[in-house]
């Protein structure tokens, strides 16, 4: 056989042809199906993780804003934690895009101020701070943006003036939790922020906003020339406010319903007045900082707790109380108070605010007068400006000095227990009276919010002296600012009256 017979039968061996053929078209086919696989199965998972993580952010937004409020009407910290941004599932033959980074940040709307305007406090030495003019606070706003990589049109979640929002653009923003509002009622509920935060990146980030004045320390106020008007810094329309507020505006101010909100209205560009009807409103202030740079407010007013209006024998004493507050008209704590007395001894005659802002005096009244009665005003200062001096005046009366026919009786014990709890305002009253002339006749209590009387209790007594305890009580209380008063009334028409103001919290004025 010759050579060139074995080269041609080699030359048409087509044996292995197909399995070369097979294989390149099994991988073609399978580097299609990747293809396909990374064009259309991957950006789908992705876009659903992304997605997802919207729904997580917007949740712990929600949280973040209930922390807040929280901070605010408590006075401790409430972290959240706020997933910034996403990663992908690991993929060993597939190409994933940069994880998903996210930005939380504090921002300037506007002015950056909250006003309000022609509020009067309706306790006199309050009204030294709040006599009807305006009073600016500044506050930012929190803002939530994402770099998605497949949703398209990533909205912004804002906070501000306690709502939570979510927008593409101020004018389709949509509510997300607006619980409670500014308005609500009677009650007036600002909230400043305060700080410099700036949080990014694709993992988690924890928010503490600090309670630099809270928690909320309840002050009643009313109009004073003008109506009241609150004006808010905000990138939301007039439009998202009206809907906001929609349960609060009054289409009949006589019908005596709780809803005072006449109109909500454009001041320029972001923010929006709203007035409120004449009227007395609640009004609950704090201010809570995020970040750096938060300053805490200082000490800008002196106000009378209790022992103003009491009635004192010569020789006697009687426990004044007074409160430095700062702007935010919650109480400030290491303030050196002075106090003097036009007659008779106060001590100290200098004391320092403890942690409730408070600081007390024991006023002796002199061992003699010269008429039945006299008034006696002892001052307590901080400061040469009048909001920070309080004027406690106290009744001297004399042996034979007379408020009917003889003797006014006397509180000798009136101690106020805060026993409240849950959602209830409860107090009790531990008291002792006497007379040293004339025979008792009664006792009466009165539990006052907002110089309004929602609780009373009336005792008949015989002789010269009885002591009890009496109970005053208001559902859904809880963290509210009260008054209690005391009168004492005996046969002859003397009465005697004594009082302290106390927020219901468990805490003993």
Known sequence: MRASDGIVKLRDDRRGVST?????????ILVVLLSLYQAQVVPAQNEAVEFQHA?????????LRDGLLRTASSGNTYPTSVALGARYPSRIFFVNPPPVNGRLTTETVG???????????????????????EHTFASKSLVYEAEYNYLDDSPRIGYENTLLYRNYTSENATLIDARPTVVDGSEITLVALGGN??????ESASVAPRPVSAPYTEIAVTNASKNITITLPTALPVAKWNQTLASE????PNDGDDRHLLAVERTGSGAVRLVLEPGTYTLKMAKLGVGTGVERPGAHYLTEIRGGGATVQVGGTERLVAQVRDRFNNPVAGVSVNATAESGRVSPTSATSGEQGKTAFIYQAPDSISDAS?????????????????????????AGGTGGSGNNPT???FTVKDQSNGSQARFEVHWKVSDTDANLD?????LRRNDTIVDSTAVNIQGKSANDKTTLTESDGYGKSYTIVGVVTDTQGNEAKRNTTDTAGGTNP
């Open 20 to 28: 070369v053929v097979g294989a390149v078209l099994v991988f073609g």
């Open 55 to 63: 729904q997580a952010v917007q949740s712990d937004m929600v949280h």
């Open 111 to 133: 002015g950056g101020q909250i006003i309000v305007d022609n509020a009067k406090a309706l306790d006199g030495e309050t009204a030294d701070y709040w006599g009807g003019g």
């Open 197 to 202: 935060l700036t949080e990014g990146g694709s």
């Open 249 to 252: 505006y009054d289409t009949d």
């Open 374 to 398: 006299e008034t006696v005003n002892v001052t307590a200062s901080y400061g040469p400006n009048q909001r920070q001096t309080v004027t406690f005046e106290v009744r001297v009366v004399s």
């Open 411 to 413: 509180f000798d014990t």
């Open 442 to 446: 009664t006792v009466e209590f009165h």
